[in-house]
């Protein structure tokens, strides 16, 4: 059958089973058709793409009346930039994105996220000789390192290079990044300054009072400019930490789950105009990445195997598959031959992994209040407001209840989703201890030892 032939089967197919269903279930019925069929979607080369795979390769979108073409992009601000000007109809994006271009800071734009891609999948990796200079302060047991290992034993080293007249330098994939806040968070609770923005007086380098000069590089070059001695170390999602192991050129040291436990990470974006004129198609985009976030962590991670095997290939990922399957599958290498089990380095679905937290919006713009991309104080009320226009579980929600009513899902699994207000409550799992309540976000970023506070500006 060709492409054209099977689409149109597999479209009567659907829309007869819908009407079969039709009489059983009225919202089925109130869902309605997809307003736009044929749909294109960016991202990036890293595992946490997963879901947008998996929904196509499983036929998840087609199975919602989608025909979707997935395309990967050059880096974050392509794909950002595409989105924006209609090239693509949405895309797997950095969670600070969306909040970013909606508050203005860079490209100015409307964008929400109707879900959250996943939990964790980040570490923070340096190079063999930056590693060899921070052994000496790094406690061990049984000849190994305890693990989370603290900044705290990378500051010797960072002040060697200060006494020597050499910046030290490392690497994140974007100024909106999870990764760059996670490697700030990391850096700052050890003790070292990792900068600040002053977008007011056209300063965005982000090194304003800088102990370590973090710089933008795209994912998949993170390893090879490393072992050019360009960087020192770097904060990056898979594969391209365990690249570095399996090439022998540098060591992950913590990954994000212990920076912050279940930490929020990728989310799937699309400009608002998008979901008004389309919202039918964007309520079955999202049951369709539902699914596959489900098939992705189901029965302990059991499909995790086959999940590698496809992102492997080329068109999606296109590492080795023994590197991929090296975070993917429950366990984590860090010093050559140092494997542990860390069986939710990746999580796309268990602990409510695809809801669009309103807390999850207003941490990361705490993290951008502290280091100054939002330059002067601003009322809680703003971070709640701000939060709410971007992050939209009003639209997950619809996907649940349709996905409920087809029978597919059972209510069961999204427990909390229904009871919540949009906030996880206050959390307390942050490697320094320093609690997090997302309805009081001043009240947060004042108890963070560095960084701005109140009413600072630069």
């Not at 990036?44 to 073409?69: C, H, N, R, S």
């Not at 909390?416 to 947060?444: H, L, S, W």
């Amino acid at each position: 059958m060709t492409q054209t032939g099977r689409r149109t089967f597999i479209k009567k197919t659907v829309l007869a089973m819908a009407a079969t269903f039709a009489f059983a279930s009225n919202s089925v019925y109130a869902l309605g058709d997809p307003e736009k069929e044929d749909l294109k979607f960016g991202f990036i080369k890293l595992t946490d793409m997963a879901p947008l795979a998996i929904a196509y390769e499983k036929g998840y979108f087609e199975d919602e009346g989608l025909y979707v073409q997935l395309e990967a992009q050059a880096n974050w601000k392509v794909l950002l930039d595409r989105v924006i000007d209609g090239q693509l109809d949405g895309a797997h994006m950095l969670a600070g994105q969306p909040i970013a271009a909606t508050i203005g800071y860079g490209t100015k734009a409307n964008v929400i996220t109707p879900i959250s891609m996943d939990l964790n999948g980040n570490a923070i990796t340096v190079s063999n000789k930056t590693w060899e200079e921070m052994k000496p302060h790094v406690a061990m047991k049984d000849g190994k390192p305890e693990h989370p290992i603290s900044a705290a034993a990378l500051k010797p080293v960072v002040e060697a290079y200060k006494d020597a007249g050499k910046p030290f330098k490392m690497g994140m994939v974007f100024p909106v990044s999870t990764h760059n806040y996670e490697l700030r968070y990391w850096l700052a609770a050890g003790g070292l300054k990792p900068g600040y923005y002053a977008p007011h007086k056209g300063d965005t380098a982000g090194t304003l009072d800088a102990d370590v000069l973090l710089s933008v590089t795209p994912p998949p070059q993170m390893p090879s400019t490393m072992e050019a001695g360009t960087i020192e170390g770097y904060c990056v999602g898979e594969p391209w930490n365990q690249q570095a192991v399996f090439k022998g050129i540098g060591v992950p040291v913590i990954s994000d789950n212990s920076i912050q436990k279940n930490n929020p990470e990728k989310v799937f974006g699309l400009r608002e105009d998008f979901y008004k004129e389309y919202p039918n198609t964007t309520i079955r985009i999202v049951k369709a990445m539902i699914r596959a976030a489900k098939w992705l962590d189901e029965e302990n991670n059991k499909n995790r195997p086959e999940a590698v095997k496809i992102l492997s290939q080329s068109n999606y990922v296109g590492a080795d598959y023994k590197v991929i399957a090296n975070s993917m599958t429950g366990t984590f290498e860090y010093e050559k031959g140092d494997k542990r089990s860390e069986p939710d380095f990746n999580v796309f679905f268990r602990y409510n992994a695809t809801y669009p937290y309103y807390s999850d919006a207003v941490w990361y713009m705490t993290q951008m209040r502290r280091w100054g991309q939002i330059s002067d104080y601003k009322p809680d009320s703003w971070y709640q407001d701000m939060a709410k226009k971007v992050y939209r579980p009003d639209i997950y929600k619809k996907a649940v209840e349709a996905l409920i009513e087809d029978g597919v899902m059972e209510k069961s699994e999204f427990k909390e989703v229904f009871a919540t207000d949009g906030y996880r409550g206050a959390q307390d799992d942050f490697m320094d201890g320093i609690p997090y309540d997302g309805r009081k976000p001043n009240a947060y970023i004042d108890s963070l030892k560095i960084g701005l506070k109140g009413k600072d500006t630069l």
